[in-house]
C-alpha cells in the first residue's frame, strides 16, 4: 500500500472519528478480531483494537453515543463534552496506521488526522446545532440515523478499499468545511436580523 492510500485511510478513519468515534474503534476492532474485513500486515500496530476490553469500552460509548445523539439538544451536550475525545482520537488512530519507522510521517498523519478529525466534529456540531432549531424531533433522529448508517458503512469501505479510503477522505473533508460555512453563515445572518432595530413608522 503506498504512501497516498496509507494518507487516505488514516484521513478517512480520521474524519468518522470526527463523527463517531467509539463506533469507528468498536467496528475496527470487531473487524480485526473476526476477520470481517481482513486488514493489511502495515495495520497490525492496530490489533489493539481487537482487545476485548477496548471493544467493550468502545461498545458502552457507541451505545451511549446512540441514544445521545437521538435527543434534542443532549445531541449538542455530548458533542460539547466530546470535543477533545474526538480530534485527539482520530489523531491517533491515523497516528496508528502511518508506518512508525518513518517519524515525519507520524508526525504529519497525527497533525492532519487531528485536524480532519476536528474537522467533522465541528461540521457534525455544527449542523446538529442548526437541525434543533426545528421544534419536531423527528429530522433529529433521522439525521443521527444517517450518521450511523454512514460511518459504518464508509468506514468497511476505506478499510476494505485504500483507493476508496483516498477519495472518501477528500468528501468528507469537504463536507465538513461545507457545513461549518453554511451553518455559520446562517447564523451570522440570524443574529444580524435580531440587532437590526425596528423601522421608524
Known amino acids: 500500500m503506498g504512501l497516498i492510500e496509507l494518507l487516505g485511510l488514516a484521513g478517512s478513519i480520521s474524519l468518522l472519528s470526527g463523527w463517531r468515534l467509539y463506533a469507528t474503534v468498536l467496528v475496527t476492532g470487531i473487524a480485526m478480531r473476526t476477520g470481517w474485513v481482513p486488514l493489511p500486515d502495515h495495520l497490525e500496530m492496530l ?3 481487537a482487545n476485548p476490553w477496548v471493544i467493550g469500552i468502545a461498545a458502552v460509548g457507541t451505545v451511549v453515543e446512540f441514544l445521545a445523539d437521538k435527543v434534542m439538544w443532549l445531541d449538542t451536550a455530548w458533542d460539547a463534552v466530546n470535543s477533545l ?3 485527539v482520537g482520530g489523531a491517533l488512530l491515523a497516528l496508528a496506521i502511518v ?3 518513518d517519524p515525519t510521517w507520524q508526525v504529519v498523519a497525527f497533525l492532519l488526522g487531528g485536524g480532519a478529525a476536528f474537522a467533522a466534529h465541528a461540521g ?4 446538529r446545532a442548526a437541525v434543533n432549531t426545528s421544534p419536531e424531533p423527528v ?3 433521522l439525521v443521527s440515523t444517517a450518521e450511523d448508517v454512514a460511518t459504518v458503512g464508509l468506514l468497511a469501505l476505506a478499510i476494505a478499499n485504500p ?3 483516498a477519495i472518501i477522505a477528500t468528501m468528507l473533508l469537504v463536507l465538513s468545511i461545507a457545513l461549518i460555512v453554511v451553518v455559520g453563515r ?3 445572518r440570524l ?3 435580531k440587532r437590526r432595530p425596528p423601522d421608524a413608522t
Not at 457534525?124 to 449542523?127: E, R
Open 163 to 165: 483507493i476508496a479510503a
Open 186 to 188: 446562517t447564523v451570522k
Open 124 to 127: 457534525k456540531a455544527s449542523a
Open 139 to 141: 429530522s433529529n433522529v
Open 191 to 193: 443574529l444580524h436580523g
Open 85 to 87: 475525545a474526538r480530534p
Open 47 to 49: 490489533t489493539v483494537l
Open 99 to 101: 508506518d512508525p519507522s
